[in-house]
């Protein structure tokens, strides 16, 4: 009777028992060679994310610069840090040093300031604008309606030259829902505009390549709708210590 319950169940307890090693390890052979793990460490302490990076992985998500700021002189320096939460304009400077990408673009006064920090620290900053699709008032991002008429104010001041951001493509959070037609529905609507940046407006930027979707309950259908970077936290890292 409650076999689909009892299933949901075994799913979740198991790997939350699991250490990060063995998450990684059921999960890892998943992803495909051409998509990107980003393991989001938010809420989780430098030794479990030493865990992780013991485990081999190098690309970590969070979404709060001083939670962010304060781990990173405690870790490799060859970790690669992903801003993905929304950065407010006055913290940019905090992480210009050292962010490898960006993804929560979503105002042309954001782009602008992370061009500045990033250029007063003579680097390249890769960006992803953040696209809301969800059926979700708390979700952020630039609205999908508007996301090309958003890149092509970004490609008028790419145009002035000398540009430290890379427009590097698009990050999407789906619904929290449990239908996984909807899911899928808002994943495919994000590729959709993603490739049709891609050979469009984007098309003379071969930097234009990444499509950031897909967290821990949905990432295996953001990789069947054509995502090439997936957000885990939970289902690597285990619950977060709020
Ligand atoms: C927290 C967060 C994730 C990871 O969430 P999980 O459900 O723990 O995998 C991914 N993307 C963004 C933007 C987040 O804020």
């Known amino acids: 009777m409650c076999l689909h ?16 090693q063995e998450r990684l390890d059921q999960i890892r052979p998943q992803i495909p060679s051409n998509a990107t793990l980003v393991v989001v460490s938010k809420y989780h302490a430098v030794d479990e994310i030493k865990e992780a990076y013991d485990a081999g992985v190098r690309d970590f998500g969070e979404n709060r610069v001083q939670e962010l700021v304060s781990k990173v002189d405690k870790l490799p320096e060859d970790i690669r840090w992903h801003l993905i939460g929304s950065l407010q304009r006055n913290k940019v400077k905090y992480i210009a ?3 490898t990408s960006i993804q929560s673009i979503e105002s042309l006064a954001l782009y602008d300031e992370v ?48 540009a430290h951001i890379r427009l590097r493509g698009l990050m999407g959070m789906a619904t929290h829902t449990d239908s996984e037609a909807e899911i899928r529905a808002e994943f495919a609507k994000l590729r959709g505009l993603f490739y049709r940046l891609k050979e469009g407006l984007m098309s003379q930027y071969p930097c234009f390549d990444t499509l950031s979707m897909g967290m821990s309950e949905d990432w295996s259908i953001a990789l069947s709708e054509g995502s090439n970077m997936v957000r885990i936290g939970t289902a690597i890292m285990g619950p977060r210590a709020y």
Do not use: W
């Open 5 to 20: 319950s009892e299933f949901k169940h075994s799913l979740l307890s198991l790997p939350l028992m699991a250490t990060i």
């Open 97 to 99: 040093p050292f962010i």
């Open 115 to 162: 061009e500045r920090r990033a250029a007063q620290h003579n680097r390249t900053i890769d960006c992803l604008v953040e696209v809301y699709v969800a059926q979700e008032e708390t979700k952020s991002g630039v609205p999908y309606d508007e996301v090309e008429a958003f890149f092509a104010a970004l490609l008028d001041r790419q145009a002035e030259g000398n």
